[in-house]
Structures are given as C-alpha cells and as structure tokens.
C-alpha cells in the first residue's frame, strides 16, 4: 500500500518560503505524477501543481506560478514544494497526492494525511 | 481556467433517504471528472472517477453520472458515515485542475 508523508516546517514567516517534502512509501515513486494540493482552513481545495516521476514534465497554477517550485528526487523517493514570498493568504492545510491510477481493475489516488502551514511572524 | 460550481452549498437528508450533488463546469470537460469526499481532519477520498467509475473500495450506493458540463453524485441511501463534504474536480483542461466549492451534506 502505498502510504505518502508531508514533512517540513508548520510555522513561516511572512515573505519567506514555505518549503515542504512528500516521502513515498510502500511503492515505487516513478511511473506516477505527483501532485500537491492545498486548503485554506474552513475553505475548499486548491491545486498547486505537479510533477511526473522524471521531472521533466512539470505545470504549475497560473496564480502561484511566479512563486512555485516542484521538484523530485527519485533516490529518496521524495517530491518537494517550495512557495516563495508567503502572505497570510497561504495559510493553508497542504497535501501531496498522487495521480489517480486506473490500471490493475480499478480506480485509485493516494494522498497524504496533510501538513498545516501556518504563515505568521 | 475552468470554474467548477456545485449545488447546493449544504443539503440536509435523513438516513436512509437518497442524496443528489450537482456539479456545473463552465465548460466541457467530458467525462474527466471526479467526485471526492472529504471528513473533518481527513485528506479528501476518490469516490468517483471518469465521471461514473466507482474508485476501489467505494460501496455501490456512490453513483456519478454525467458529461459535458453537467454531473452529479448519487448516495442511494445515505448512511452514518456519509455525511462530509463533497468535491467535484475536472481534471480535463490544465491550467489548473479545479475543484468546486464542495457541498456539505448534513444530517436532517
């Protein structure tokens, strides 16, 4: 079962960068897109970008665009987030996920328990 | 960027009853779209995919239907642990995969 873990600092300060990892495991990282998603407390999802395994395939939401890095590093099985100059606008429960597969008879995603990030000085 | 609309914002059902989610894009996006669910603490759960497949493990009372700009989620007889929020997402058109705004389904 492949199981992801978010991990990376609950406290940012306004005009820093958020920097959050996803660790795979139970399962191969390559193969998948990965993804992460956010949720302002008491709001509704919000996707912030993905990444396929190799990295070479990589998009971002145009309204984060300017301020998103995703990045993967296969050997750690580990996919990265980087939001640079925060408000208190990012404030916000963060997820990783992974694309929803449909082989092997049916339909399924895998998503980390999620990370709040608090932006705050 | 495709804005996805969900109605109504909260729906009150008893248990047992049948519950019916709607979903509005403001453009096609044919069948890709999915429906998931989400608990109070918990990451949200992939119900539906393709806009009518149940995801693995997901009991048979979930149905979706729907294409184009219309969909909706059908619990036939909702019981205890139905009751959450419920998302619509598009994943045809990026940038970005939108969500709707979710439909809280609370017991009457």
């Known amino acids: 079962q492949v199981q992801l873990q978010e991990s990376g600092p609950g406290l940012v300060k306004p005009s820093e960068t958020l920097s959050l990892t996803c660790t795979v495991s139970g399962g191969s990282i390559s193969s998948y897109y990965w993804s992460w998603i956010r949720q302002p407390p008491g709001k509704g999802l919000e996707w912030i970008g993905y990444?396929?395994?190799?990295?070479?395939?990589?998009n971002y939401n145009p309204s984060l665009k300017s301020r998103v890095t995703i990045s993967v590093d296969t050997s750690k099985s580990q996919f990265s987030l980087k939001l640079s100059s925060v408000t208190a606008a990012d404030t916000a429960v963060y997820y990783c996920?992974?694309?929803?597969?449909?082989?092997?008879?049916?339909?399924?995603?895998?998503w980390g328990q999620g990370t709040l990030v608090t932006v705050s000085s | 960027e495709v804005v996805m609309t969900q109605s109504p914002a909260t729906l009150s059902v008893s248990p047992g009853e049948r519950a019916t989610l709607s979903c509005r894009a403001s453009q096609s996006v044919s069948i890709n779209l999915a429906w998931y669910q989400q608990k109070p603490g918990q990451a949200p759960r992939l119900l539906i995919y393709?806009?009518?497949t149940r995801a693995t493990g997901i009991p048979a009372r979930f149905s979706g239907s729907g294409s184009g700009t219309e969909f909706t989620l059908t619990i036939s007889s909702l019981q205890s642990e139905d009751f959450a929020v419920y998302y619509c997402?598009?994943?045809?058109?990026?940038?970005?995969?939108?969500f709707g705004q979710g439909t809280k389904l609370e017991i009457k």
């Open positions: 997402q598009q994943y045809s058109n990026w940038p970005p995969y939108s």
């Open positions: 393709g806009a009518s």
């Open positions: 996920a992974s694309e929803v597969d449909c082989s092997g008879g049916g339909c399924k995603d895998y």
């Open positions: 990444i396929y395994y190799s990295g070479n395939i990589i």
